[in-house]
Each structure stands twice: as structure tokens, then as C-alpha cells.
């Protein structure tokens, strides 16, 4: 098969790996790639919001299959391009329509979705700018801390978590006054949960699908879980409160649901979807739906997956996701994201990266790209490193080390990731 891939990141490394190890792929392509992607595949200059160029380039490669690593093209409706195009509507697009990525590109209809089919997460509320006082009375009404987040995209920036009262009615104005352009025309108002945050993965063919290994990030630029909220510092896997008995909870009051909510609604929806969830005292909760893998869990998720990730893929096309088998490696895993000095404030890119051959780990390139002979940052993540462990302990060890002989100036890493669910 000739499958082309979307994306430029860590994820889309990892995937890319994955896909690669598959007996059935005959060419790799990857639009656009990174330094990191072009050892697995072929890299294709072109945007993946650039639906037509891709058309024209699935046209002339005759690609069979088309993977959507970034929620970006998804939520602008890749996967409606492809499958009203006038000669390319048989090319299968694992990802879910544009009225499907909105589970992640509004929080609103997330939240509507949820109570709608009964599925357990906070209790909230929506307003518009025309609405500041009722939203400020409603903020009245819960207590400390006060969870505001702008309806649409923000590249994981929209979400405000404020101490007082009067800290949330001043973040609220800036969001409704425009803050987050038109993505906080509207903000969701929600009440905090306490618990342990867990991402959870599916993949569906629309009617039925299979679990992957869940995983934990760490969000935080300081060991700790101290600092600025970043892209993701790293990730564990698997997280050991999600028992099979715990798994089975959210499969019967989130997942099922949530699958067969969206057939009940008519939203064609095949492909990934990453469950943001918090263990509460009530049990497990919903803080957020993404319409594709995360980042940087599926850096060790597709360590752990042992199953041909292509043969889920070919499920998700043929409807056929329950006959296809999903096994996992019972070895932990640990990924450490080596960043940019000052991420995620300003930093600077174009720094020559020292890359020798890292024994015992997996190397996946988050922001590279090529300079002539050298491979340089490109990015606030740059690199991500993941181990096998037969503790989560042990891989974190074999990832720092990992991590110690990469170099570039000003890099950083956290030296905690997994310790604090061990
Ligand atoms: N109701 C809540 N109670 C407690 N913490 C919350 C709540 N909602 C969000 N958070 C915190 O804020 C973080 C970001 O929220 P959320 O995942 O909804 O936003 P996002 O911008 O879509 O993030 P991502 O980039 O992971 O997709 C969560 O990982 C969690 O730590
Ligand atoms: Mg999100």
C-alpha cells in the first residue's frame, strides 16, 4: 500500500515508525515530515491544510490510504475534501468528518454532546460577549479554583485555570473581549475536578472499536508539574490506576457512548479519538475529547502497541475494526521531550543538533528539519526520547540517558516524567 501521512511532529513520527514496521506498507510518504520522518519515509513538501496541492499529489502517487496526525486539517474538513472529490472519494481517510472534529474544535458542543448522552464530566456553562453578566453570576456559583475555556482551538493555550473570583471575572472580559480572536467568542464556564488526568485512546470504524494503551503527560515546563502549561513534556504508559476494572468503567459510561452517540447523530466518524480524562472520587470523567492522537503520549503509546497499526487502519476503512486484533507490550514506557531553551516563552531556532546513536531508545523528531549536513531545531519541542522499562522507573532511566547524549544549545528536559503515579 502506498499510505501517505499528515503531519510534522513528534506524533507523526511516532506514527510514521509505526506505520513503516507494517509488512503491507510499499511507500511511505509523509506531507510535510520532519528530519525526523525522512528516515522512515519519504517527506512531501506541502501543508496539510493545502487540500488541493494534496489532492493533486494523492492523484499523481497513487496513495491508497490517507493518515490525519493533526486536528488542524481535520477540524477545516480534510476528510469531507477527500470524500466529495470528484475522482479520489474511494481513497479511505482515517479521521473523522468535519462535523466530527468538532469534538474537539468546540468545547461547547463537547459539553452539549456529553449531557446529551449521559457521559459523566463537569457541569458547565457557555456564554457569548453579550452575556458577561449572566457568566460573571454563574461564576458566582461555583467555587475556587474556576475552569474558563474558549469554545474554539487555541493550540492548547485557551484554557484558563484562575484562583479567585476576581482573577476569573478578569480573564473572563479579556476571553470575551476577543483575547483568543474568535475561538473565546464564546467560553465555557466549568466547575474544577480533582483527580489524576489519564489519556485515553480509541480508534473506531464508526460502529465498533478497539482501545490503545493509555498513557499520562505532563504538561507543566517544571519538574513538579510547576510552571507554564507547555505542549507536553513527556508521557507515560501504561498508568497503573487504569486497572482492566477501571478500563472497563470508562468503556461502558464513556467510550461505548460516545461511539454510538455519534452514529445515533449521523456524524461519520473513523479514526482516533483521545479521551481527556480525570480520575475523580465519583470515578472517571470527561475534561475533553480530541479528535486525534496526542502528543506526546503517542510517543510511547506506539511503543506499547505490539499489533500492526495498518491493519487497524484497514479495519477503520472496511468497517471490519472488531475481527482486527489489538495487543499490547506489557513493558512500560517513558518519553522525555527535550525543548528549546525558553519554551514556552521565546526561543530560538536553528541551533545545530548533536545526535549520536542512542542505544536502547527511539529517538522521535518533534520540531527538526535539515540545513545542509546538519539537523537543527525547528521547534519549541525538538525531540522526543522513549524507552522500554520493565518499570516505568527503569524507562525513565534509559531515556535520560537518551536524553544526556543528544545536545543543543540551550536544552531542556524534565528528569521526573512518570515518577509521581509509580
Ligand atoms: N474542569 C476541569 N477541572 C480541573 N482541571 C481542568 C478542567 N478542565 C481543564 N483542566 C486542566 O486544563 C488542562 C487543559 O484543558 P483541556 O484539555 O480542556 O484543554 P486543551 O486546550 O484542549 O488541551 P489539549 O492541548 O490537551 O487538547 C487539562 O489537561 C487539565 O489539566
Ligand atoms: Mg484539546
Not at 466529495?84 to 479521521?95: A, K, Y
Not at 449521559?118 to 474556576?146: M, N, R, V, W
Request: charged residues 25%; proline residues 4%.
Amino acid at each position: 500500500m502506498k499510505l501517505l501521512l499528515l503531519g510534522n511532529g513528534g506524533r507523526e513520527h511516532a506514527l510514521a515508525w509505526k506505520i513503516a514496521q507494517s509488512d503491507r506498507i510499499e511507500k511511505l510518504f509523509i506531507a510535510p515530515g520532519n528530519a525526523g520522518t525522512a528516515s522512515v519515509g519519504q517527506n512531501v513538501p506541502i501543508a496539510t491544510t493545502d487540500f488541493d496541492t494534496l489532492a493533486t499529489f494523492v492523484e499523481n502517487e497513487g496513495i491508497e490510504m490517507i493518515v490525519v496526525g493533526p486536528e488542524a486539517p481535520l477540524v477545516e474538513g480534510v476528510y469531507d475534501f477527500f470524500k466529495t472529490h470528484p475522482t479520489l472519494s474511494h481513497i479511505p481517510v482515517i479521521g473523522p468528518s468535519k462535523a466530527g472534529a468538532v469534538l474537539e474544535g468546540s468545547k461547547d458542543f463537547a459539553k452539549a454532546f456529553m449531557v446529551r448522552h449521559g457521559i459523566p464530566t463537569a457541569a458547565y456553562a457557555t456564554f457569548d460577549g453579550t452575556q458577561l453578566s449572566e457568566a460573571k453570576a454563574f461564576l458566582h456559583t461555583l467555587s475556587a479554583p474556576y475552569v474558563l475555556k474558549a469554545d474554539g482551538l487555541c493550540a492548547g493555550k485557551g484554557v484558563i485555570i484562575a484562583e479567585t473570583l476576581a482573577e476569573a471575572e478578569s480573564e473572563l472580559e479579556e476571553m470575551l473581549g476577543g483575547r483568543f480572536g474568535e475561538a473565546s467568542a464564546r467560553v465555557v464556564i466549568e466547575e474544577f475536578m480533582t483527580g489524576i488526568e489519564c489519556s485515553v485512546f480509541a480508534i473506531t470504524d464508526g460502529t465498533d472499536y478497539q482501545l490503545l494503551p493509555e498513557a499520562k503527560d505532563y504538561k507543566r515546563i517544571g519538574e513538579g508539574d510547576t510552571g507554564l502549561n507547555t505542549g507536553g513534556m513527556g508521557s507515560v504508559s501504561p498508568v497503573p490506576f487504569a486497572t482492566e476494572a477501571w478500563k472497563a468503567r470508562v468503556e461502558r459510561e464513556i467510550v461505548r457512548p460516545t461511539v454510538d452517540g455519534l452514529r445515533a447523530e449521523g456524524i461519520d466518524y473513523k479514526g482516533f479519538i483521545f479521551f481527556g480524562l480525570i480520575n475523580t472520587a465519583e470515578g472517571p470523567k470527561v475534561i475533553e475529547y480530541n479528535c486525534r492522537m496526542g502528543d506526546p503520549e503517542t510517543e510511547t503509546v506506539m511503543l506499547r502497541l505490539k499489533s500492526d497499526l495498518v491493519d487497524l487502519f484497514e479495519g477503520v476503512a472496511e468497517g471490519n475494526l472488531s475481527e482486527r486484533k489489538v495487543v499490547f507490550d506489557e513493558r512500560s514506557a517513558v518519553c522525555v521531550m527535550l525543548v528549546s531553551g525558553g519554551y514556552p516563552g521565546n526561543y530560538r531556532k536553528g541551533l545545530p543538533i548533536v545526535l549520536p546513536k542512542v542505544e536502547d531508545s527511539v529517538v522521535f523528531h518533534a520540531g527538526t528539519k535539515n540545513e545542509g549536513d546538519n539537523i537543527v531545531t525547528d521547534g519549541g519541542r525538538v525531540i522526543a526520547v522513549s524507552s522500554y522499562g520493565a518499570t516505568a522507573r527503569e524507562a525513565l532511566a534509559q531515556s535520560m540517558q537518551g536524553a544526556e547524549q543528544i545536545d543543543f544549545e540551550g536544552k531542556y528536559f524534565r528528569r521526573d516524567i512518570g515518577l509521581d503515579i509509580l
